[in-house]
T-cell receptor, first 122, second 113 residues
Framework: DAGITQSPRHKVTETGTPVTLRCHQT?????MYWYRQDPGHGLRLIHY???????DKGEVSDGYSVSRSKTEDFLLTLESATSSQTSVYFC?????????????????????FGPGTRLTVT | AQSVTQLGSHVSVSEGALVLLRCNYS??????LFWYVQYPNQGLQLLLK??????LVKGINGFEAEFKKSETSFHLTKPSAHMSDAAEYFCAVSRSSASKIIFGSGTRLSIRP
């Protein structure tokens, strides 16, 4: 199994408070992703990163920001949490080791997932 | 644009029966296709993947899937269901190694004793 951890695993917070979720990998994979999972919606991509300090928006990025200052860590921040952000959040990694930016081809295509963080906003 | 449709949000089969979970995709380029499984309170685990090699792909736990370009399908099958197969299954599509993966909405598989 890929070495991916998420912290915290569970969090309850109040509306309007900032929240930061952490994803940590020990695989030196290039790509990292944040998803949210809600009943009936499957997984929806929030933000992703294709390298240190290189990030981009996914389909449901409003209200979320991310940062990646090191290869191994990808942080997801809810600046001011709302009840609609109550969800289970998953981090994923892919892409093998140290591929140059823009390279396609021999990298690993599949994504490996962390155990998830259950966030409740009251 | 790519998309994935999983037919049936819930499938129930008897233990020992054939499992068939349906997935159809839409992609403007040759796709990479995946099936993932999610057990309760866990993350997603890769079952198998198709990356333009053999059209019949074998995965873990006795599952396999067949890529049919003419039908734009990638259905997941297992000849004989086991109680431990009860989980949610996600089909997903990507168009390159560096790309995002688009997930279907999932199919929950229940196994009747």
């Amino acid at each position: 199994d890929a070495g991916i951890t998420q912290s915290p695993r569970h969090k309850v917070t109040e509306t309007g408070t900032p929240v930061t979720l952490r994803c940590h990998q020990t695989e030196n994979h290039r790509y990292m992703y944040w998803y949210r999972q809600d009943p009936g919606h499957g997984l929806r991509l929030i933000h992703y990163s294709y390298g240190v300090k290189d990030t981009d928006k996914g389909e449901v990025s409003d209200g979320y920001s991310v940062s990646r200052s090191k290869t191994e860590d990808f942080l997801l921040t809810l600046e001011s949490a709302t009840s609609s952000q109550t969800s289970v959040y998953f981090c994923a990694i892919s892409g093998g080791q140290g591929l140059p930016k823009g390279t396609s081809g021999s990298g690993s295509y599949e994504q490996y997932f962390g155990p998830g963080t259950r966030l409740t906003v009251t | 644009a790519q998309s994935v449709t999983q037919l049936g949000s819930h499938v129930s089969v008897s233990e020992g029966a054939l499992v068939l979970l349906r997935c159809n995709y839409s992609s403007s380029v040759p796709p990479y296709l995946f099936w993932y499984v999610q057990y309760p309170n866990q993350g997603l685990q890769l079952l198998l993947k198709y990356t333009s090699a053999a059209t019949l792909v074998k995965g873990i736990n006795g599952f396999e899937a067949e890529f049919k370009k003419s039908e734009t399908s990638f259905h997941l099958t297992k000849p004989s269901a086991h109680m431990s197969d009860a989980a949610e299954y996600f089909c997903a599509v990507s168009r390159s190694s560096a790309s995002k993966i688009i997930f279907g909405s999932g199919t929950r598989l229940s196994i009747r004793p």
